[in-house]
């Protein structure tokens, strides 16, 4: 990642910032270009590790072929063009924290929190949260809300904290092969869990995993999750139910499930904004939404016409940044410059004149 000032824990402080984006997908990341052309400094929040949102998260290795002058790109190859493209601009990136709270102030301005609890003043917001932000798929068993974050795990933050353990991994994709091969040798015992025979993981991931079930490392069972083993409120492991109906007791202290992501719309839908379809209704001029001050672009809005398409979200960035300048300094005479010839853009680009 080519970036700026990236912060994957909460600050302390709350952070004035001209302008906050709520998601770091490729319409967000274009809106940090499009205000920094105008001189104006944006924060990026998003609840993913890792910016570039649908892109990154569902289709980093799918060719793009409709973005202009691009024949074909990458979906995470756009995103790091992207990222490069922002660089100048030093946006300091918020990742792993959902915006939880977004509200209007009474002097105009927003307050908004992260779940992790950083807080933000801004002069204005723009949502470019797509289709809402990803959430793990849980493992849906009775009782396993209960030992989120404790036993059972949707995410790994430090792999040293699984070293020496009894896991059973559970998902036949990228996440839990990586984590099988990675942790094999270092757990007291690893057991693989995946619902059918065949991966969706890379083939190198799974022929490395089939070689450490033949050396004995670890086993691998076709099955799914059956039923917690809990022995006075401690996890004490998982029972499975193989594909031939066979019920496997695995001893574990930690369960590893990689079911993938869903998007959820979660607490946007809290803020009072106008929503059509659980898209936000925005206008066609300003993609302004139903709160003034507060704009939506990309994924996430609605409009007569709307297509939900990259295209289309780059072409409301750059809308949407005229009009969060006039928000936030109405005195300001607006000029439309070309970066081709602009002294002003071009200083801000880092480019020499
Ligand atoms: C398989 C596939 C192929 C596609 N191919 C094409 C194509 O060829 N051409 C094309 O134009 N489009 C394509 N699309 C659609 C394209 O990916 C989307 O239009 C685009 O990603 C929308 O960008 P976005 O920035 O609006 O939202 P997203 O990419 O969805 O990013 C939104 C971000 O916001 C974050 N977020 C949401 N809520 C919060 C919150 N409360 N707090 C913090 N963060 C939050 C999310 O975690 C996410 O990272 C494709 C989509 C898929 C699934």
Same mark, same amino acid.
């Given at each position: 990642?080519?970036?700026?000032?990236?912060?994957?824990?909460?600050?302390?402080?709350?952070?004035?910032?001209?302008?906050?984006?709520?998601?770091?997908?490729?319409?967000?990341?274009?809106?940090?270009?499009?205000?920094?052309?105008?001189?104006?400094?944006?924060?990026?929040?998003?609840?993913?590790?890792?910016?570039?949102?649908?892109?990154?998260?569902?289709?980093?290795?799918?060719?793009?072929?409709?973005?202009?002058?691009?024949?074909?790109?990458?979906?995470?190859?756009?995103?790091?063009?992207?990222?490069?493209?922002?660089?100048?601009?030093?946006?300091?990136?918020?990742?792993?924290?959902?915006?939880?709270?977004?509200?209007?102030?009474?002097?105009? *301005?927003?307050?908004?929190?992260? +779940? /992790?609890?950083?807080?933000?003043?801004?002069?204005?917001?723009?949502? $470019? =949260? %797509?289709?809402?932000?990803?959430?793990?798929?849980?493992?849906?068993?009775?009782?396993?809300?209960?030992?989120?974050?404790?036993?059972?795990?949707?995410?790994?933050?430090?792999?040293?904290?699984?070293?020496?353990?009894?896991?059973?991994?559970?998902?036949?994709?990228?996440?839990?092969?990586?984590?099988?091969?990675?942790?094999?040798?270092?757990?007291?015992?690893?057991?693989?869990?995946? *619902?059918?025979?065949?991966?969706? +993981? /890379?083939?190198?991931?799974?022929?490395?995993?089939?070689?450490?079930? $033949? =050396? %004995?490392?670890?086993?691998?069972?076709?099955?799914?999750?059956?039923?917690?083993?809990?022995?006075?409120?401690?996890?004490?492991?998982?029972?499975?139910?193989?594909?031939?109906?066979?019920?496997?007791?695995?001893?574990?202290?930690?369960?590893?499930?990689?079911?993938?992501?869903?998007?959820?719309?979660?607490?946007?839908?809290?803020?009072?904004?106008?929503?059509?379809?659980?898209?936000?209704?925005?206008?066609?001029?300003?993609?302004?939404?139903?709160?003034?001050?507060?704009?939506?672009?990309?994924?996430?809005?609605?409009?007569?016409?709307?297509?939900?398409?990259?295209?289309?979200?780059?072409?409301?960035?750059?809308?949407?940044?005229?009009?969060?300048?006039?928000?936030?300094?109405?005195?300001?005479?607006?000029?439309?410059?070309?970066?081709?010839?602009?002294?002003?853009?071009?200083?801000?680009?880092?480019?020499?004149?």
């Amino acid at each position: 990642m080519s970036s700026e000032v990236v912060t994957l824990r909460p600050e302390v402080e709350t952070i004035t910032a001209e302008a906050v984006i709520i998601g770091a997908g490729p319409c967000g990341l274009f809106q940090v270009f499009e205000l920094g052309l105008l001189g104006i400094n944006a924060h990026l929040v998003d609840s993913l590790a890792t910016p570039g949102g649908q892109c990154t998260e569902l289709y980093p290795e799918k060719p793009i072929y409709d973005i202009p002058a691009l024949p074909v790109c990458g979906a995470q190859e756009l995103v790091d063009r992207l990222m490069q493209q922002i660089h100048p601009f030093n946006a300091p990136l918020h990742l792993g924290q959902e915006v939880s709270e977004l509200k209007k102030k009474d002097d105009g *301005r927003f307050f908004l929190r992260t +779940a /992790a609890g950083t807080t933000f003043d801004a002069g204005a917001v723009v949502i $470019a =949260a %797509g289709v809402g932000s990803f959430q793990p798929r849980r493992i849906g068993l009775e009782g396993a809300e209960a030992y989120e974050g404790s036993g059972i795990h949707y995410r790994i933050k430090s792999a040293g904290d699984f070293h020496g353990r009894h896991l059973v991994i559970f998902g036949g994709g990228d996440s839990a092969l990586d984590w099988t091969n990675e942790l094999a040798h270092r757990a007291a015992s690893l057991t693989l869990v995946h *619902r059918r025979p065949d991966f969706r +993981a /890379a083939p190198a991931s799974v022929a490395r995993m089939r070689e450490l079930v $033949a =050396a %004995g490392k670890m086993k691998f069972i076709e099955g799914l999750a059956h039923a917690l083993h809990s022995v006075e409120g401690a996890l004490r492991g998982v029972h499975v139910k193989g594909s031939d109906g066979t019920v496997h007791q695995l001893q574990a202290d930690a369960l590893l499930a990689f079911f993938g992501l869903h998007p959820k719309l979660g607490p946007i839908a809290e803020w009072g904004l106008e929503l059509e379809k659980k898209a936000l209704k925005v206008d066609t001029e300003k993609f302004q939404t139903s709160v003034p001050g507060i704009f939506a672009i990309g994924d996430i809005n609605t409009y007569p016409g709307k297509k939900k398409l990259i295209l289309s979200g780059f072409h409301e960035a750059a809308l949407a940044a005229f009009a969060i300048q006039h928000h936030l300094y109405p005195q300001k005479k607006q000029f439309l410059q070309y970066t081709t010839t602009s002294p002003i853009m071009h200083k801000r680009l880092g480019v020499p004149d």
